[in-house]
């Protein structure tokens, strides 16, 4: 079976040559890590981070050396949308059992505490890049969940099994044919 990483590449492409990380470090805090070599839960700064960025760079654990933000491995989002920059962090969400064929593989968008992206627009921004491609977008604002992509009319469809009509069929079918492992089974 292929890792997430390998995953997140053939979904998005390889990370962009031009984009690091710099002094961004929101995903040390933010995301849940439990992986083999490393664990620590969502929201809790890493206990490894410092005022410099990580204290043990040079010899992280494999997780923090193959996870990579969507904001680097996306050329269309803006330079502005660094997750420090914008208050949005962008990553490839795997979720073993999924409620619905959308969580399983999707993209989430979570605004960071504080964050203005949406009052500036940059949430509005994000999302139209990200909503371009057949993945389910979710979009998390620290209370709710909510999926952006595909459209609420195509959503219920998938997920009801009803057919769709005509003007939806085409992308009803590409959602349940790329999706459907995912649904919960009964």
Same mark, same amino acid.
């Given at each position: 079976?292929?890792?997430?990483?390998?995953?997140?590449?053939?979904?998005?492409?390889?990370?962009? @040559?031009?984009? &690091?990380?710099?002094?961004?470090?929101?995903?040390?805090?933010?995301?849940?890590? @439990?992986?083999?070599?490393? @664990?620590?839960?969502?929201?809790?700064?890493?206990?490894?981070?410092?005022?410099?960025?990580?204290?043990?760079?040079?010899?992280?654990?494999? !997780?923090?050396? &193959?996870?990579?933000?969507?904001?680097?491995?996306? @050329? *269309?989002?803006?330079?502005?949308?660094?997750? *420090?920059? &914008?208050?949005?962090?962008? &990553?490839?969400?795997?979720?073993?059992?999924?409620?619905?064929?959308?969580?399983?593989?999707?993209?989430?968008?979570?605004?960071?505490?504080?964050?203005?992206? !949406?009052?500036?627009?940059?949430?509005?921004?994000?999302?139209?890049?990200?909503?371009?491609?057949?993945?389910?977008?979710?979009?998390?604002?620290?209370?709710?969940?909510?999926?952006?992509?595909?459209?609420?009319?195509?959503?219920?469809?998938?997920?009801?099994?009803?057919?769709?009509?005509?003007?939806?069929?085409?992308?009803?079918?590409?959602?349940?044919?790329?999706?459907?492992?995912?649904?919960?089974?009964?």
């Amino acid at each position: 079976m292929q890792d997430a990483a390998d995953l997140e590449t053939n979904m998005l492409g390889p990370v962009l @040559a031009d984009r &690091s990380c710099g002094d961004c470090t929101a995903c040390c805090t933010v995301l849940q890590v @439990a992986s083999p070599d490393f @664990a620590k839960p969502a929201g809790v700064p890493c206990k490894h981070l410092t005022a410099a960025g990580c204290g043990i760079h040079a010899i992280r654990p494999h !997780i923090c050396r &193959s996870w990579f933000c969507v904001w680097r491995r996306e @050329a *269309d989002l803006p330079e502005a949308a660094r997750p *420090d920059r &914008s208050g949005l962090l962008i &990553s490839i969400s795997f979720v073993p059992e999924p409620q619905n064929c959308f969580e399983g593989v999707s993209i989430n968008v979570r605004l960071l505490a504080g964050s203005d992206a !949406i009052a500036n627009g940059m949430a509005a921004r994000v999302l139209d890049v990200l909503c371009e491609y057949l993945i389910p977008v979710w979009f998390s604002d620290g209370d709710e969940k909510m999926l952006m992509h595909p459209s609420p009319d195509v959503a219920r469809l998938v997920l009801s099994g009803t057919p769709a009509p005509t003007a939806l069929h085409d992308e009803v079918a590409a959602w349940r044919e790329q999706y459907g492992m995912f649904a919960p089974r009964r």
